[in-house]
Structure formats: structure tokens, C-alpha cells
């Protein structure tokens, strides 16, 4: 689940899946904008085009059924065909009115129930075929389309004007019609292949997950090399993983045989130093005696250095912090009877990205120092915070005790290698010095801080696995 949780906050503005579905899905959208217009364009058109094709027919048809009487009047029974044109406004009509003097009488559909408004000849002139095109409101608020000639219906030259009257609002409230349920179709196919591309991309890069999540585990301790199956465009970069891994790994060991090599060469020339010193006796021996133990404690503590460092730049190790504070708490309360000792724990587990030695020696060192200055309680406690983005986890170690406890203007001095604040007190002045270095090495900080209890509060914040 956490995995796949890290794998989801991935998806941001520089991850490559993000970028390839958002230009997929804007292209997909400027696609579907283009075809919808093109679509809604033509469909208009070829509407529009029915429409004047069909109030120019039944103008002609119009035409074709009316004449005039002897006496001059105009005479006929037009059927359009159409039974819109009988229906009281519709929106469809028809009239015939008189133009040239000497023809009377006037014929309309029985759909038109009152006139309607042409606009001057001026506004609107007839083209070469002697007719007109335009557009008026209707007898109940509708626009109309108007086609409009005037005929000469008989040898006398009597004209007459014809107009045929389609309803344009009903034409559009068509084309209307069609485009929404064209944007719905297109929207909903759209949706449907901009989340199948979606699916498909994030398919295809389940391979890159699977890396990731791979390295993830070599570099939490898990796992010594990335394995299982990846396609071939991935294999090579697995394999040169794989293979930068191996090689780091000899690196380390290569380092660990030769601090091996020199602590060994070391030790017995020390060794005969110390004994050398013990043997000269008085302030001479002594002093040569104390030199040779500081140089044995110096060249420990660089090896150790040397150690982590090689350690830090290849395969992380696992160490649980839970078990190893509880036994270290049972050995320093048999060692320190007068003195009270509190665990406290969070209730998941809290895993330090390193070695169990270089922890060991961290707390060993605090919890020291802690039982050389308290009264009669030291409390050590866990504290995790939670992870940001792809960070590691970070954790705390809380060592506190009752006794006098250091200045905040003292901290920083207490940290410096062979400084010790009160000489009567018995040590080397290394051990803080030795705990602010392995830190460091691995990436945490050390503070001194004034505890709750009265004393000295060393919170170690250090690096954790998920």
C-alpha cells in the first residue's frame, strides 16, 4: 500500500507519466474541439442549404398555383403540401399581394393570422433573378426566413409579389438539438479514450515502477541486486545497476580489509607502547602510557569514521532501534544500580538506516555521559515524524537525565573533540565528539538541549527506512 501511495504522489508536474497523459489529454481535447466545430459546421451548412432549397421550391410551387381572374382579381387554391402552412402560426407561411394596378385581392395561408413586415426594396434589393432573401420576426416572436419575387401572371403584365415564410427558429433549435447531443457523444467518447490512454500509458511505464521499487529495496537493505523480468529497453539500465551495485560492494569490502589490515598493523605497536609506558613507571611512563591510549582511541575513532563513510555511499543497512535500546538500557541499569531508567517507544516500528555498531556506539556514548552526570533517572525516548514527498523517514533519540545539566552557551563546547567541561569527572572528553562525528556521517544532527528532568536533553535525529 505504501508503495503504491508513493507511486500516486509521483504523478506530479515532472513526473514523465504525468507529462505524456496531460499532452495526450490536451491533445485529445484540441482534437475533439476541431471535429466537433468541423461536424456542427458542416451539419449547419447542409441544414441551412435544405432549408433554402425548400422554401425555394415551394415559392415555385406557389407561383405555379395562383392566377387571375377576368376581372382582375387574384384567384387560387395553393397546396404546398406541407401541413405547417395550415397550422395558425407556425411559423410557416405564404402570401400573393397585388403590385401592379388593375389586380385586386389578396391570398395568404390560413397559418398566417395577421401580416407580415417586409423591408423596403432599398434596404434589401432583388438580385438578378428578381428575388429576395431576408429575414423578419414573426407573428409570435419566431424569425423567419423570407424568399420573395415578383411574377407577371398574364399577357396584361400584371404582376403580383410572392412570399414564402419558413421558420428559421425552428431551424435552429434543430441545429441546436444536433450540437449538444454531438458534444455529449464526442465528450463521453473523449472521456472513455482519454482515461483507456491514461490506463495504457501507465501501463506501459509499470515497468519504471517496478524499478524504483526495486532500488527502493536495495537501498532500505531488503534486497542485494534489482531483480525479476523488465522489458527490453529497461533490462540494460538493470543491468548496469546491478552491476554499479557489485561494484560498490567490492569497493566497501576492499575498504574493510584494509582498516582491518591497518588496525591490525596498529595494534601491536600501541600495544607494546602501552605496555612500554606501564613498564617506565613515574610521571614519564605515565604521560607516555596516557599518549599511547589517546593515539589507540584517535585511530579507533578515524577507522570507525572511515567505515561509515564507506558504508554511507553503498547498500544501506537495516538495524530495528526498538530492541537494540531495550537491551542497551537492561545492560546500563546493571551497571548503574542507583540509578532509574525509562523506555519510552512509539508503537511502530522505527528502523535506522545503518549499521547496528555505529548505533550502538551513538547511544552507548550519550547514555554514558547521561549516567556520569545524573542523580538518579535517565529517560530515553523514540519520537518519528512523518515522511515528506520521497524522503526517507526521520526518527529521534531523546537521552535526558536529572543532573546539572549543560549552559546553552556550554553546548556547542561540550561538542569540540578533547574539550570536558568539569575535569574531576573521569574521561577523555571524546565521547560527544565521537557522537557529533558518526552523525554527521550519516546525514543526522546532534543537539544539546536543557531537559525537562533539570539536567542535559541529546536528541539525535538520524535517517530511517521505510
Do not use: C
Not at 272 to 287: I, S, T
Request: net charge neutral.
Amino acid at each position: 500500500m505504501g508503495r503504491w501511495k508513493r507511486y500516486a504522489l509521483g504523478l506530479g508536474p515532472r513526473s514523465l507519466a504525468f507529462r505524456v497523459i496531460a499532452f495526450s489529454t490536451v491533445w485529445a481535447i484540441l482534437a475533439f474541439a476541431l471535429i466537433f466545430t468541423v461536424i456542427s459546421s458542416l451539419y449547419r451548412q447542409t441544414s441551412e442549404r435544405g432549408f433554402d432549397s425548400l422554401l425555394s421550391a415551394h415559392l415555385f410551387n406557389l407561383i405555379g398555383s395562383v392566377g387571375v381572374s377576368d376581372s382582375g382579381t387574384l384567384t387560387g387554391g395553393p397546396d404546398l403540401g406541407d401541413l405547417r402552412f395550415s397550422e395558425p402560426e407556425s411559423g410557416w407561411y405564404w402570401s400573393v399581394e397585388p403590385v401592379s394596378k388593375g389586380l385586386v385581392g389578396q391570398l395568404r395561408s390560413s397559418s398566417m393570422t395577421e401580416p407580415v413586415a417586409s423591408p423596403d426594396v432599398a434596404d434589401v434589393p432583388f438580385n438578378a433573378e428578381f428575388q429576395r432573401h431576408y429575414r423578419v420576426a414573426g407573428i409570435v416572436g419566431e424569425e423567419l426566413e423570407v424568399f420573395e419575387t415578383e411574377f407577371v401572371l398574364d399577357s396584361q403584365n400584371r404582376i403580383a409579389r410572392f412570399r414564402v415564410m419558413g421558420n428559421r427558429s425552428e431551424l435552429e433549435a434543430e441545429i441546436g438539438g444536433f450540437e449538444w447531443r454531438l458534444f455529449t457523444y464526442l465528450s463521453l467518447f473523449g472521456l472513455g479514450m482519454i482515461a483507456i490512454n491514461a490506463i495504457a500509458i501507465l501501463l506501459g511505464l509499470q515497468p519504471l515502477a517496478r524499478v524504483r521499487n526495486a532500488l527502493a529495496m536495495v537501498r532500505e537493505g531488503t534486497a542485494q541486486r534489482l531483480t525479476g523480468r523488465f522489458p527490453a529497453e529497461i533490462q540494460p539500465l538493470a543491468n548496469e545497476t546491478n552491476a554499479l551495485i557489485e561494484n560498490n560492494r567490492r569497493i566497501v569490502e576492499r575498504s574493510r580489509t584494509q582498516v582491518g589490515n591497518l588496525a591490525h598493523s596498529l595494534k601491536t605497536p600501541l600495544a607494546v607502547m602501552l605496555n612500554e609506558g606501564r613498564a617506565l613507571g613515574g610521571p614519564k611512563g605515565q604521560l607516555f602510557a596516557d599518549h599511547a591510549a589517546a593515539m589507540q582511541k584517535q585511530i579507533d575513532h578515524y577507522l570507525q569514521r572511515a567505515r561509515v563513510a564507506a558504508q554511507r555511499e553503498s547498500v544501506v543497512y537495516r538495524t530495528p532501534v526498538a530492541p537494540l535500546l531495550q537491551r542497551m538500557a537492561r545492560v546500563m541499569e546493571k551497571l548503574s544500580r542507583g540509578t532509574a531508567f525509562s523506555l519510552n517507544l512509539p508503537a511502530t516500528e522505527v528502523v535506522f538506516a545503518g549499521e547496528r555498531e555505529d548505533l550502538e556506539e551513538v547511544v552507548g556514548n550519550l547514555l554514558e555521559n547521561a549516567m556520569k552526570w545524573a542523580h538518579s533517572a535517565v529517560r530515553i525516548s523514540v519520537e518519528t515524524a512523518e515522511p515528506v514527498n520521497e524522503e526517507p523517514p526521520r526518527f529521534s533519540i531523546l537521552i535526558e537525565d536529572d543532573g546539572p545539566g549543560i549552559p546553552e552557551d556550554k553546548a556547542r563546547e561540550a561538542l569540540q573533540r578533547g574539550r570536558r567541561l568539569d575535569e574531576t569527572k573521569p574521561g577523555t572528553g571524546l565521547g560527544l565528539a565521537i557522537v557529533a562525528d558518526l552523525v554527521k556521517e550519516y546525514g543526522g544532527t546532534l543537539r544539546l538541549e536543557r531537559s525537562t528532568m533539570g539536567g542535559l536533553k541529546a536528541v539525535v535525529e538520524l535517517r530511517g527506512v521505510h
